[in-house]
């Protein structure tokens, strides 16, 4: 039932920037916190970004800080990430994630790809 769809990955140059958007569907989105993490290939998957669920408190991993800005439209039921300065280390999967239940689960998208190099 609780859905999260990734899009807007691709191919940039470093210096680049890219949006990533994540359409949430199957449960109460403006109740809810929501995260973008990302994985890089041969590496584990780790949080980069963190919104409230009214939109008005957001918080970064240190090395995107500066760099990334997430969003949310709760009438749109949409969480984006807008990545500029994009460095070569910034390529990989990247996933939007939702916590929620009394058992706390995590539920995840199917991930969109994002490469940066030259």
């Known amino acids: 039932q609780v859905q999260l769809v990734e899009s807007g990955g691709g191919l940039v140059q470093p210096g680049g920037s890219l949006r990533l958007s994540c359409a949430a569907s199957?449960?109460?989105?403006?109740?809810?916190?929501m995260n973008w993490y990302r994985q890089a290939p041969g590496k584990g998957r780790v949080w980069v970004a963190r919104?409230?669920?009214?939109?008005?408190?957001?918080t970064y991993e240190g090395s995107v800080q500066g760099r990334f800005t997430i969003s949310r439209d709760n009438a749109k039921s949409t969480v984006d990430l807008q990545m500029d300065s994009l460095k070569p280390e910034d390529t990989a999967q990247y996933f939007c994630?939702?916590?929620?239940?009394?058992?706390?689960?995590?539920?995840w998208g199917q991930g969109t790809e994002v490469s940066v190099s030259s």
């Open positions: 919104i409230s669920s009214a939109g008005d408190s957001t």
């Open positions: 199957g449960f109460r989105f403006s109740d809810y916190a």
């Open positions: 994630n939702v916590r929620m239940g009394w058992s706390q689960v995590d539920y």
